[in-house]
């Protein structure tokens, strides 16, 4: 497969679109595993949600005569992946079953950061320029400035959930710059899959160790939350989200995460009636100034790479 070309160039206007709506989508996410777990335990959620996008990821490359078939090197590599995943989503969903949704999104955006300082160190094509820290930094701002209301007067505050979610946190930065390193020896449909198809059976073993009851509830809320986690976000989001991170680099991609919590705040609006306040307005200009920083010169031609850096 063809190497992906450097990551430091700008990201056409088609490919910002693309991310933007990703990051919408797994802002929704946030919410969907939270619903999740008011009826589900932690570990049974997890073992749901990635076996069966396992078992659908692997009919739709059954039909599309996707490659899955990896060497020894490769496997020792996945199993790797899938130990950090697996950390990353045990203490996530842990800390988020013991805090407030805004608690848990709000922390989740130290992501960018982590990426930002392991790529520079791990990545050669990844560094740190004056650019990307003020782009996040922007970013940050309003990211702060949304939740800074309910912050303030929260009252179900969890040091202890979000103690857990920030080591959580800490795991995914080094699942998303391990991922880089190691991507382009793969297809992203072999790089989604595998920590799924090995981890599903850790999960389902914890499930029924640690989590009392398994099942608590399965009204339609919980039902619906899961069929989105796992067909939208975890199966070909996936898919999309690592393949453009082979193209264009982890640090940049990533950048697009603080559209997370903004797309939290409007599905709040839009299903619960919450209000539009200054907070918010002030957010959505801070996070559209930071995407532009970091992506200044988006309309900037790039040398195309071969279609199996996408989804073959």
Known sequence: MEKAGSTNGE????TIILTTFLSMLFGANAVAVKISLSGLGVYTTAAIR?????????????LGHKNLRINRKQFGQLVLLTLIFFLQIS???SGQSRTSASHGVLIANIVPFVV???AHFLLPDDRINTRKVVGLLF???GVALVFSDSLQISTHHSLQGDILIVCGVLFWGCNATFVKRIISDYTPLQITIYPMLIGTPL????????????????????????????????????I????LISKYGATTLHSFLFIMPVSGVFLGILL????VTSSLIGSIVLVTMGLLVITRGPFRKIKKTTPSTFLS
């Open 203 to 238: 999960y389902t073993i914890c499930a029924i160790l640690f989590d009392e009851p398994m099942i608590s509830s399965l009204s339609p809320r919980v039902i619906f939350a899961m069929l989105y986690q796992t067909v939208v976000t975890t199966t070909f989001g996936f």
């Open 11 to 14: 990201l056409p206007f088609k």
């Open 91 to 93: 203490f996530f969903y």
């Open 50 to 62: 990635f076996g069966c996008a396992a078992l659908l990821l692997l009919i739709w490359s059954r």
């Open 240 to 243: 999309i989200w690592n393949g």
């Open 272 to 275: 619960l009636g919450d209000p």
């Open 139 to 141: 970013g940050f701002a």
């Open 116 to 118: 930002m300082i392991l």
